[in-house]
């Protein structure tokens, strides 16, 4: 039976944001890891199509904590509206037991 763990996928305005908010999740203890990559993105926003650079931010995290995961990045998050999805995973057993053992102890 593996554990499920809770993967964050979040978009920042640069890689500073990014960066800051990932390191309060790590030293909050709210997260196990992050990863950080630029990306391209397309969207609609108040009415108009609009392009550019941002970046993302994939956090791994445990079930019981996405509630607190999203409250910390709502506080930090520069944007009105940031984009935080989340769902549920599965991993190989190892990684699921890193992500579910002693890295979120305090």
Known sequence: MHAMISIF???HPDA???KRITSALLEQRLIACANIFPMESAYWWE???AQEGEWVSILKT???LEQAVEQAVMALHPYQTPCIVRWEARANAAYEQWVSSGCFSR
């Open 9 to 11: 996928y979040v978009t």
């Open 16 to 18: 500073d944001c990014a």
């Open 47 to 49: 009415g108009a199509l």
């Open 62 to 64: 445990l079930p019981n």
